[in-house]
T-cell receptor
Framework: GQQVMQIPQYQHVQEGEDFTTYCNSSTTLSNIQWYKQRPGGHPVFLIQLVKSGEVKKQKRLTFQFGEAKKNSSLHITATQTTDVGTYFCAGPNPRSGGSNYKLTFGKGTLLTVNP | DAGVIQSPRHEVTEMGQEVTLRCKPISGHNSLFWYRQTMMRGLELLIYFNNNVPIDDSGMPEDRFSAKMPNASFSTLKIQPSEPRDSAVYFC????????????????FGDGTRLSIL
């Protein structure tokens, strides 16, 4: 079945350093979504990428979708303590049927920031 | 607007007992998803509904788990009998209907139910 892998599993940085998490799929994706989960919280949708090679920015966060649509990355510039949490990528499973494809989530990257 | 509402927030019970988790999706959302999150296995989709109809229950671990969606504003996930290995955080999420051919609708998660089976 479809697999979505994320690396690294954990990342600890000093406040102000940059951070990148990578997501790789075993199959070509029609789109990819990114979520953030704060400690003790629930996943919150950040963004969706659809086009090959797409790059989107949200303030200090930059999201990229690979040309082959099998990988994606999230880069945070100059991390802040508010960036702490687990970042998940999720890709749709085209065999799921229905009007919304079910998502396969990666295991996530836990980011901790030392102030 | 109210988000996805789950109850209870925490549940502690002894093995063998029946557990019922409840979810109220966002009004107007047609898709509802039940997930289980553990450190070992991450976020796993258990079942999802579209227009109150179960579409894919391949993630349901075994017959002890069952889910229903009797109407557009309510769903339950039941475990009977419960076992210690069922301990996890269970999330319900909902999304509007109809992604396009290439895009999905974002999923909106509830606060989750933290379940501990002793």
């Amino acid at each position: 079945g479809q697999q979505v892998m994320q690396i690294p599993q954990y990342q600890h940085v000093q406040e102000g350093e940059d951070f990148t998490t990578y997501c790789n799929s075993s199959t070509t994706l029609s789109n990819i979504q990114w979520y953030k989960q704060r400690p003790g919280g629930h996943p919150v949708f950040l963004i969706q990428l659809v086009k090959s090679g797409e790059v989107k920015k949200q303030k200090r966060l930059t999201f990229q979708f690979g040309e082959a649509k099998k990988n994606s990355s999230l880069h945070i510039t100059a991390t802040q303590t508010t960036d702490v949490g687990t970042y998940f990528c999720a890709g749709p499973n085209p065999r799921s049927g229905g009007s919304n494809y079910k998502l396969t989530f990666g295991k996530g990257t836990l980011l901790t920031v030392n102030p | 607007d109210a988000g996805v509402i789950q109850s209870p927030r925490h549940e502690v019970t002894e093995m063998g007992q029946e557990v019922t988790l409840r979810c109220k999706p966002i009004s107007g959302h047609n898709s509802l998803f039940w997930y289980r999150q553990t450190m070992m296995r991450g976020l796993e989709l258990l079942i999802y509904f579209n227009n109150n109809v179960p579409i894919d229950d391949s993630g349901m671990p075994e017959d002890r788990f069952s889910a229903k969606m009797p109407n557009a504003s309510f769903s339950t996930l039941k475990i009977q009998p419960s076992e210690p290995r069922d301990s996890a955080v269970y999330f319900c999420a909902s999304s509007p209907q109809f992604g396009t051919d290439h895009s999905n609708q974002p999923q909106h998660f509830g606060d989750g139910t933290r379940l501990s089976i002793l």
